[in-house]
C-alpha cells in the first residue's frame, strides 16, 4: 500500500522545525527518500541546491522520520555544533562523534544510539577510527549524509585525505542510502563525488543553481583597496568582503578601519583561535550593519540571511566558489548585490592576454596595496570584464543555460565606464605637465593642504579636493604606481619633479601652450614632453639659457632635479669644467 508521505513530510516540518511551507526541491528529495526507505533497489542521491534554499532539511526532515540511524558527515565543527542546536531546538536527540574523545565518553555517546538516539553528527577524521566504524556497523543505519559534499573534490586529495577514503566507510558501514549534499558543482566535482562514495549509478537532483535575488555588478578602480572602500562607504550593509588570503584579509579590514568611522568592521579568517572566530561569526550574527572582512573560511554553514552585499576584493579560481561565496548574500530572498572589483591592471592584462586567460591565469599580480605573492589572475575575470550577461556566463561555467537575467550591470545597462580618480589624474598632469610631483599631485587632488605646495596655488587649482574621498597616501602609491610600473597607463611615461617647481617662467608659458593643444592629442603629450626635454638640453648646451637666481650661464638645468638627463649634462658638463681648469 502506498504510504501518504506527503502529508507525514509536511506536518512533521511543521510540527518539528516550524516551517509551514517546503520548498519544491526539499518535497522530491525528502519524498524520495522516504519511497526508498522500504525499497530493496536504492538509487543515491547527489543533490545540488543553491545556498538559501533549505538543504539541510532535506537531510533532517528523514533523519526523524526514517527508522534507523542517520550519520551525517560535515567538514566543520562548526557546522557540526549548528546543526546539533538545529537538532536538538527541534526535539530530535543526536549525539556528536569528533576529534578529542575519550573511549569512555565515546562509549556513553554510543550507548545512548542504543537508548533511542537516532542522530549521528561526524567529520570524516573520526570516520577512520576503527573503533567508530565497529560501533556504527554493528547498528542499522538508513542514511549516511556527506554535507557540503564538493569537498571531496576540493580538499579530499590533499588538504583532507579523509575525504577520499569515504568509500571505505561506506562499505564498512553498509547504510539503506547514501546521500551527498552541495550547494554548486560543476561537472568535474560532480564526477569526484560519484566516483569516491557510490559504487552504483546515483540520482542526480540538481535545482538552478541561479539566485535571482542577488545582482552582479562590476565595480572599476585604480586600486583595489580604495574600491573596496568606496562600496564599503556606500553599499547596504551587512557586508562581506571576501579576500583571497589572510594577509589580504588583514589588511583590507584595517585599512576600513581606519578609514569609515561609525562602522565596525572585523576580519575572519582560519588562522585565528576558535574562541575568537566564534566570537566573530556571534559578533556578525547579530551585527545589522557591520562588515566582515574574510577569506573563504567564512561561509559553510553560516546561516545568516541578511546580508545585504557580498564584495569580492580578488575573485577566486572558479565559478563554484564564486557562486558559493556570493551566495552567502540575500539568503533572506531580498535583493541584494554582489560586487567584484576590478582594477585597471586587469582591465589591461584582459586587452592584451585577449578571453583565453590561461597565460594570464599563471602570472602573478603586483597590486598597487598587497604585497601577498603567490597569487594568480582568476579566470573568471573574463566574465567580468566581457560585456556579456554576468549570471548566464556564471552559470554557463556550471553547465546551466539561463534565458533571462533578472539583474547584472551588463543586462542593467549599468556597466561603469572609467575609473574613479582616473580623468583627475590624466587632466591634472596632462593641464600642468611638470608642475607637480607625485606627492603633491596627490595631495591637491585628495584636497589636503601640504606645506611643500604654495597655498594659494593649491586651493585655487580646479582639481583642488576633486577626489576627496581618496586617502592622500594611498593616491600617492596609486600614482607613482601606475606612472611606473604600469606601461599601459597614460601617464607612465612622465616623470614627477622631486621638488615639482615650475623650471622658469617662460616654461610656464610653454607649457600652458602645449597644455591647450595636448589636451586635444590624447595620449600623445608624453611624446611631445620628451621631444622639449631634448630641445632643451640643446639650448642649454647652446648655453643660451641664463639662471635668473644664480645669473651664470651654464646651470641654466640645476633646479631641473626630476630629470635625469638634465642631470646628466650638467654633471658630464661640470665634470668637463673641472678637468679643463
Ligand atoms: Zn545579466
Redesign the pocket.
Known amino acids: 500500500m502506498q504510504k501518504d508521505y506527503m502529508s507525514v513530510i509536511v506536518s512533521t516540518a511543521a510540527s518539528r522545525f516550524g516551517i509551514k511551507a517546503l520548498k519544491p526541491y526539499q518535497i522530491l528529495v525528502v519524498h524520495r527518500i522516504l519511497e526508498q526507505e522500504d525499497s530493496p533497489f536504492v538509487r543515491n542521491q547527489i543533490v545540488i541546491l543553491p545556498t538559501g534554499t533549505g538543504k539541510s532539511m532535506c537531510f533532517l526532515l528523514p533523519a526523524v522520520l526514517c527508522r534507523g540511524i542517520t550519520v551525517i558527515i560535515y567538514p566543520l565543527l562548526a557546522l557540526m555544533n549548528d546543526q546539533i542546536l538545529r537538532l536538538r531546538r527541534a526535539g530530535v536527540s543526536c549525539i556528536c562523534l569528533r576529534g578529542g574523545q575519550t573511549p569512555e565518553q565515546r562509549s556513553e555517546l554510543f550507548g545512548q544510539l542504543d537508548k533511542g538516539t537516532k542522530v549521528v553528527v561526524t567529520t570524516p577524521e573520526t570516520l577512520q577510527n576503527q573503533q567508530v566504524l565497529y560501533e556504527l556497523g554493528r547498528r542499522s543505519i538508513s542514511l549516511l549524509v556527506v554535507d557540503e559534499a564538493h569537498v571531496i573534490s576540493q580538499w579530499g586529495k590533499d588538504f583532507r585525505p579523509a575525504y577520499s577514503s569515504l568509500g571505505n566507510v561506506v562499505i564498512r558501514l553498509r547504510p539503506h542510502q547514501v546521500l551527498a549534499f552541495t550547494a554548486t558543482a560543476s561537472e568535474q566535482t560532480i564526477r569526484d563525488i560519484r566516483s569516491c562514495l557510490f559504487f552504483s549509478k546515483p540520482l542526480i537532483v540538481k535545482a538552478d543553481a541561479d539566485r535571482p535575488n542577488i545582482i ?1 555588478r562590476t565595480h572599476r578602480a585604480l586600486n583595489r583597496a580604495q574600491a573596496v572602500l568606496e562600496l564599503a562607504r556606500s553599499c547596504l550593509r551587512p557586508a562581506i568582503v571576501f579576500c583571497r588570503t589572510r594577509t589580504d584579509a588583514e589588511m583590507v579590514c584595517r585599512f576600513l578601519v581606519m578609514e569609515l568611522e561609525g562602522i565596525s568592521t572585523r576580519f575572519y579568517h582560519a588562522g585565528l583561535p576558535r574562541e575568537a572566530r566564534e566570537d566573530l561569526e556571534k559578533w556578525f550574527m547579530e551585527s545589522e550593519d557591520g562588515i566582515l572582512v574574510a577569506t573563504s573560511a567564512y561561509g559553510m554553514g553560516m546561516d545568516k540571511s541578511s546580508v545585504r552585499t557580498v564584495i569580492h576584493h580578488r575573485l577566486p579560481q572558479t565559478a563554484e566558489e564564486y557562486l558559493q561565496e556570493s551566495g552567502r548574500a540575500g539568503r533572506d530572498g531580498e535583493t541584494a548585490t554582489a560586487f567584484v572589483v576590478v582594477t585597471y591592471r586587469d582591465v589591461a592584462l584582459f586587452r592584451i592576454g585577449g578571453s583565453s586567460g590561461s597565460e594570464r591565469s599563471e602570472r602573478p599580480i603586483n597590486d598597487s596595496f598587497s604585497n601577498s605573492p603567490g597569487k594568480a589572475y582568476s579566470p573568471l575575470l573574463s566574465i567580468f570584464l566581457s560585456d556579456r ?4 556566463a556564471l552559470l554557463h561555467e556550471l553547465g546551466q543555460d539561463k534565458d533571462e ?8 545597462r549599468q556597466v561603469p565606464i572609467g575609473f574613479s580618480a582616473d580623468s583627475q589624474i590624466r587632466s591634472l598632469i596632462r593641464r600642468w605637465p611638470f608642475r607637480f610631483n607625485a606627492m603633491m599631485a596627490s595631495f591637491l587632488l585628495c584636497g589636503t593642504k601640504n606645506h611643500n605646495a604654495n597655498p594659494l596655488m593649491a586651493i585655487t587649482n580646479p582639481f583642488f579636493g576633486s577626489v576627496h574621498d581618496w586617502n592622500p597616501r594611498l593616491l600617492f602609491k596609486t600614482i607613482k604606481h601606475l606612472a611606473e610600473e604600469d606601461s599601459s597607463y597614460p601617464i607612465s611615461s612622465v616623470q614627477f619633479l622631486d621638488q615639482g617647481r615650475l623650471l622658469y617662467p617662460s616654461d610656464k608659458l610653454l607649457y600652458n601652450v602645449l597644455a591647450k593643444l595636448l589636451r586635444r592629442i590624447d595620449n600623445g603629450y608624453c611624446w611631445i614632453i620628451r621631444k622639449i626635454r631634448r630641445l632643451r638640453l640643446c639650448l642649454g648646451k647652446a648655453g643660451r639659457f641664463k639662471d635668473r637666481r644664480t645669473g651664470s650661464k651654464t646651470s641654466g638645468t640645476l633646479r631641473n632635479q626630476g630629470t635625469g638627463g638634465f642631470l646628466h649634462f650638467r654633471k658630464n658638463r661640470a665634470g668637463r669644467q673641472s678637468h679643463r681648469s
Open positions: 552582479y550577461c554576468r549570471r548566464r537575467c533578472t539583474g547584472c550591470d551588463v543586462c542593467l
